[in-house]
């Protein structure tokens, strides 16, 4: 096929913006298309080269292009630049100074797309010393046989600015026209586009194979599954009502969505838009070598940064910054992140995407050994609004935001790709802030681990309730504490230390060290929130809560201040119903 045949294709579409004639544009186009290269004129349409799950990309900057140009034509490189001062767009600059002159060849030969795309192919694929001359030596090749227009594209491709306007589902509704049009040949294209995330596989096999050979595409490790998503919605009973009463109600957490695959003891994961995101995250793919007990198996997962020291949740923010740093094997050893698995979505051979929820949960369970790095989502099956809500009010407090309600009805299949009601976000509307520090006193210690071996990790911190001359715990604090702060905690507490819980103390937690209560810190977190784990406050708001401080951390210790000096229960249950207002006053809606 004629490299020529196609740009003028792409002429006609970039000079519509028109969805209808785009689409009539591409029929054309695949008309004229021999099936054998269906899957590379896609991706040439889209200015691609591969699906882009495969994460290779010619990215010859707008700089080399010019130098290829001059290899091409011999016209100086201060007149190229000149150029391309005046028309900003490399493409254009092609197309110009070509149609001006070119080198003379004794063998220029009309492209064609399998030359241009096997050139292109190669271009992505060079690595290491000397491949950006080499890029730019194989593209002045391809400008060299080619006419004005074509290389106006050809730069455009090779630097990923084609835009044509043509979206994947533009070109999906051609491929279904072309192909036959009914609804039903759509719905087929799509749901295997959104199994494979490869639009060119999919029209290579539908122009090879018609619509049955679409049908038998199958899930592949190494392809990723767009990723089900999620509709919202305010309220609890409007949740229940569109599940028809009963749901899995699960943690929301605050992370990045990672869709993991496993094959005989490799790993890949990618993220939420299908790219390839394996080398961010070494410990968790060590860690999923270990704990899956199948050769087999896709899982779908949210990653989220943990406190090595608490266990606890951390704000996901934590988590982004890894992929800006370089040092990512540090960085994991610092900021651990844990994912948490939610879904199967295959499993040693077969596609599990079409069973119900409830028997995929089965079987993730069954596959899964836990581990720090890998567990699995928590969550219940429940139709009893009063029981969802404690979990939401639960799941808050661990710091997560909040619950996905999904659907268990025997339709609950894994919908790749597509927002519906099967799963519904139930979100706080709201974030509030704490605005003020507390002073709260230190009752006992949880062991470091890693780098705070030898020291303790994380304090479990109490309010004391002075009415009842107690001292109730409100959080594990893990954070904010300088080396030096680590280091002189155990000297720091030794007077203090006894084997069991002090009788002053009320803690329905566990802790591995226990302290006389009289170190006193202050504190700042986020937000107080409703707590089944926590005694401050218990029963003062909600029955079977008490009240807790999120995401704390360490601003000093208090030596100035005795136990009996530290903030109050009652004042933090006023803190807590301070926020509340503010909420009321700024969000009327508010739901939790
Ligand atoms: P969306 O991903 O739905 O477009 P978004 O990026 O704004 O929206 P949210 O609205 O916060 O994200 O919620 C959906 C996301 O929540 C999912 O894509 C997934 O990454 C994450 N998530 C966390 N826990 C779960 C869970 N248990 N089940 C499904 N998704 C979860």
């Keep these: ?140 090749g391809l400008l060299t046989d080619s006419t004005p227009k074509e290389a106006k594209y050809l730069s455009r491709i090779v630097s990923g600015r084609l835009r044509l306007g043509v979206a994947e589902m533009t070109i999906l509704d051609a491929l279904a026209v072309a192909y036959g049009g009914s609804r039903e040949l759509r719905d087929t294209i ?115 940064p943990v406190d090595p020291n608490t266990g606890e949740l951390l704000p996901f923010q934590v988590v982004a910054q890894r992929r800006r740093k370089y040092d990512i094997e540090r960085y994991a050893e610092e900021i651990p992140v844990t994912l948490f698995l939610f879904d199967i979505l295959y499993l040693d051979g077969e596609d599990l995407t079409v069973k119900p929820y409830l028997e995929r949960k089965k079987l993730l369970e069954s596959v899964i050994k836990e581990t720090d790095r890998v567990k699995l989502a928590q969550y219940i099956v429940s139709g009893n609004p009063e029981e969802i809500e404690r979990f939401f009010h639960k799941s808050i407090e661990e710091g997560t935001e909040g619950l996905i309600c999904k659907s268990i009805l025997p339709n609950s299949i894994y919908e790749a790709g597509k927002r519906g009601w099967q799963w519904i976000k139930w979100k706080r509307s709201y974030r509030s802030e704490m605005t003020d520090t507390v002073d709260l006193v230190a009752v006992g210690a949880f062991a470091g681990r890693g780098k705070r071996a030898g020291t303790y990790g994380a304090l479990l911190m109490a309010a004391y309730n002075s009415d009842k001359d107690r001292f109730e715990t409100v959080c594990k604090l893990g954070s904010g504490f300088t080396d030096e702060d680590l280091a002189k905690l155990p000297e720091m507490f030794k007077p203090y230390l006894i084997n ?65 000096d530290a903030t109050t229960t009652t004042e933090i249950i006023e803190m807590y119903r301070m926020q509340l207002k503010t909420i009321e006053e700024t969000t009327p809606t508010d739901t939790a």
Aim: charged fraction near 25%; charge should be negative.
């Design 1 to 140: 096929m004629l490299f020529k045949a196609l740009v003028e294709h792409f002429e006609k579409l970039e000079a519509t913006t028109s969805r209808l004639a785009m689409i009539d544009i591409l029929v054309h186009l695949f008309s004229e298309t021999p099936p054998n290269l269906m899957d590379k004129v896609v991706y040439l349409t889209l200015g691609e080269v591969y699906p882009s799950y495969v994460g290779l990309e010619v990215g010859l900057a707008d700089k080399l292009v010019l130098r290829a140009v001059v290899l091409a034509t011999g016209i100086p490189d201060l007149k190229v630049e000149q150029e391309y001062k005046a028309l900003g767009d490399s493409g254009l600059v092609a197309e110009k100074l070509l149609s001006t002159k070119r080198k003379a060849t004794l063998f220029s030969q009309p492209l064609t797309v399998e030359k241009v795309y096997i050139t292109l192919e190669k271009m992505c694929r060079i690595s290491g010393e000397g491949a950006q001359d080499t890029k730019i030596k194989l593209f002045a």
């Design 190 to 304: 799509e749901r295997a586009y959104n199994i494979t995330s490869d639009i060119g596989l999919i029209a290579k096999t539908l122009a090879e194979g018609g619509i049955d050979a679409v049908k038998n595409i199958k899930i592949a490790i190494g392809r990723p599954i767009k990723p089900q998503l999620a509709e919202r919605l305010s309220s609890l009973d409007e949740i229940l009502e569109k599940l028809n009463g009963r749901c899995i109600a699960e943690y929301k957490y605050d992370g990045l969505r990672i869709q993991a695959h496993i094959a005989d003891g490799a790993v890949i994961l990618f993220s939420r838009r299908q790219e390839n995101i394996t080398e961010q995250f070494p410990d968790i793919v060590e860690a999923l070598k270990k704990c899956v007990v199948a050769n087999e198996a896709i899982l779908d997962g949210e990653a989220v």
């Design 500 to 564: 069991h819980k002090h009788p002053r103390v009320e803690s329905s937690i566990e802790a591995d060290y226990w302290f006389v209560p009289v170190i006193v810190a202050e504190v700042i977190g986020d937000e107080i929130t409703l707590s089944p784990m926590h005694t401050c406050g218990f029963e003062a708001i909600r029955p079977k809560s008490g009240l807790a401080i999120r995401f704390p951390r360490l601003v000093r210790f208090r030596e100035d201040k005795s136990a009996e």
